[in-house]
């Protein structure tokens, strides 16, 4: 995923200019080019340019944990549950220790664990 590429397609379709996003973004037009040939951004450009177009560019970020409870085997049965989660931007390294948390409490009630 090249994130500059993502930021610049959508100011082009909102006809934003480099010098008026530089101006919405708090940067210079250089720094603004730099960033659309960038292919990672940092959180706060990312936060910068979803604030000034109004626009959540963290859905790009598709985060995701897996965790494995059942043992592989052919007789061996098992359900799968996909669960989506919603939190506040910021808060990924909450979510994570929480997570990580869920898979210690599995793992102490003799869950086999993989992750």
Same mark, same amino acid.
Do not use: C, P
């Given at each position: 995923m090249?994130?500059?590429?993502?930021?610049?397609?959508?100011?082009?379709?909102?006809?934003?200019? *480099? +010098?008026? !996003? %530089?101006?919405? !973004? +708090?940067?210079s037009a250089d720094e603004v080019l730099a960033l659309y040939e960038a292919e990672e951004w940092t959180s706060?450009?990312?936060?910068? %340019?979803?604030? %000034?177009?109004?626009? +959540?560019?963290?859905?790009?970020?598709?985060?995701?944990a897996e965790y494995d409870f059942a043992k592989h085997t052919p007789t061996l049965k098992y359900h799968e549950m996909l669960i989506s989660i919603k939190y506040p931007v910021g808060k990924e390294n909450k979510?994570?220790?929480?997570?990580?948390? !869920?898979?210690?409490?599995?793992?102490?009630i003799g869950l086999? *664990? +993989?992750k």
């Open positions: 090249h994130f500059g590429n993502i930021v610049k397609t959508a100011t082009e379709s909102y006809k934003i200019s *480099v +010098d008026e !996003m %530089a101006f919405l !973004m +708090d940067k706060g450009n990312i936060k910068t %340019a979803s604030e %000034a177009l109004n626009y +959540d560019f963290g859905t790009y970020l598709n985060r995701s979510l994570e220790a929480w997570l990580e948390r !869920m898979w210690l409490m599995a793992q102490s086999e *664990v +993989d």
